[in-house]
């Protein structure tokens, strides 16, 4: 019988045929697959049959189905309950005003604040006892210093790195831990390479594009652009040695360019690169309600465009992550660490699931020894929007989107996240495709 998980698409007069839990198209003719499916003559086509049982598309009965969408189950559950980053949100504040970020909001909200070394250090203690419990060796592990402008707190991301190396050496920590600073790179000097050297931190740094496009929504708290000031820092990092990634945001002023963003941050020298869609309601600010739609599917084409441009999909995260997936046949995991993969302490240290969302599940030093962040009822709540659950056809490169965005825009952490339903659906279809023409080009 067929798997109700079979699932079709088709182009140029061929079918692709893939199961919806782990796409490993098998293709054919329009007429062969007509033949088989609807008119079930099987004569000459035994190839097919034995691709599609061997992707279980043709099973013995439901239970074989039902096996298949409990091992996806299983595996996810798994690797969400696997705390892989620990974010320390070491400033609240920030020296930018970037038109989309909610920031500024937050700060005029709740103050800003800033990590102290004590909660910081509380927030390692803690994170030590999640690994303790399911610590994998095979997994690389991060500490990512976030804000606000994390900058304008190096006391605590100094004290944290020394206090997280003394940890490893005495083997308190494993050693597959890496750390990076997410900044707007303004305020990178010599003693913050001094430092990146001497942990081996990695630096992301926030930047739209060219100064033209990155000055109009990222400027400092004057209003001035930034983009000099980010660039000479990028520049002065990738000198040093320093890993450095870029943080792109696709926002409404470079949205017709994105699809030439890998070729000017190659040439600024970084490692890699990822493109953002703004999340939020700073995205409706600045668009409006009625331009949502067709922003996520301009940004979701320009950035498979930019990826099929440079000829690989390595160099953008966003595209590298779901190619991987497809190529290996595993069920995408999560866009968002905050299902239950990453322990957040917010300035006031709060701990949390979430860098934009305050969840307060209760301050560092008063959680209890036994807090795992994946048992947090907020956790298990937002876990029910990922796209196992719920039908479209691209789940299985689809990791969810942000549920902060979808309590922001919809009220309701469990809604879908349009801009990641979208990028999958055309992600996929491309993913498809392209694996099909490298096929035809290996055969040519
Ligand atoms: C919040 S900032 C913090 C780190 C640092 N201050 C910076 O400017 O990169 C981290 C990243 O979030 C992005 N960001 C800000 N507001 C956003 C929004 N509404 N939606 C999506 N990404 C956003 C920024 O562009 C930046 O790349």
């Given amino acids: ?88 949100m070491v400033a609240q504040g920030c020296n930018f005003g970037c038109g989309y970020c909610p920031v500024p909001e937050t700060v005029n909200k709740h103050g800003a604040s800033l990590l102290s070394v004590e909660d910081a250090l509380a927030g390692i203690e803690l994170w030590q006892k999640h690994l303790k419990d399911v610590y994998d060796p095979t997994l690389q592990y991060f500490v990512i210093f976030y804000g606000g402008e994390p900058l304008l707190n190096k006391e605590t991301i100094k004290a944290s790195l020394a206090y997280l190396e003394m940890k490893k050496n005495v083997r308190d920590l494993p050693p597959n831990i890496s750390y990076m600073i997410a900044t707007n790179g303004v305020l990178v000097d010599e003693e913050t ?51 450095t990634f870029i ?36 995205l409706t600010k600045l668009i409006g309600q009625e331009g949502v739609e067709d922003y996520y599917r301009r940004a979701s084409r ?27 046949g595993d069920f995408y995991p999560v866009d968002c660490t905050c299902y239950g993969n990453q322990l957040v302490i917010q300035p006031d240290g709060q701990v949390s699931n979430c860098p934009f969302y ?50 922001d825009l919809k009220g309701d952490p469990a809604a879908v996240d349009d801009s990641s339903q979208i990028f999958s659906e055309e992600v996929l279809n491309d993913l498809i495709w392209f694996r099909y023409d490298r096929l035809c080009a290996r055969e040519a």
């Fill in 1 to 88: 019988m067929w798997s109700r998980y079979l699932r079709t698409r088709e182009k140029d007069g061929i079918v692709a045929i893939f199961h919806e839990l782990h796409p490993d198209p098998v293709y054919c003719s329009k007429e062969r697959w007509s033949d088989l499916y609807d008119n079930g003559i099987a004569n000459g086509a035994e190839m097919l049959i034995n691709g599609l049982k061997k992707c279980k598309l043709i099973i013995n009965s439901a239970d074989d189905d039902l096996r298949e969408f409990k091992m996806v189950e299983a595996n996810l559950e798994r690797k969400l309950n696997q705390p892989i980053i620990l974010y320390l």
């Fill in 193 to 243: 390479i001094a430092m990146c050297k001497k942990y081996k931190v990695m630096m992301t740094v926030g930047l739209d594009g060219p100064k033209e496009i990155n000055d109009v929504l990222r400027v400092d708290s004057d209003g001035n652009g930034t983009f000099d000031r980010a660039v000479s820092s990028i520049r002065l990092l990738v000198a040093n040695k320093i890993r």
């Fill in 247 to 282: 943080s792109a945001s696709i926002t409404p002023f470079n949205l017709d360019h994105i699809s030439e963003c890998s070729s000017f941050f190659r040439d600024l020298g970084v490692e890699k690169f990822g493109f953002n869609f703004l999340k939020g309601h700073m």
């Fill in 302 to 328: 320009g950035i498979i465009d930019n990826a099929r441009r440079q000829g690989n999909s390595g160099f953008e995260y966003q595209m590298e992550k779901k190619q991987l997936a497809f190529d290996s």
């Fill in 358 to 407: 305050k969840s307060w599940l209760g301050h560092i030093k008063s959680v209890s020894d036994d807090f795992r962040i994946w048992n947090q009822p907020i956790v298990r709540e937002w876990r029910k929007k990922l796209p196992l659950f719920h039908p479209g056809e691209a789940k299985a490169v689809n990791g969810g989107g942000c549920a902060w965005s979808s309590v």
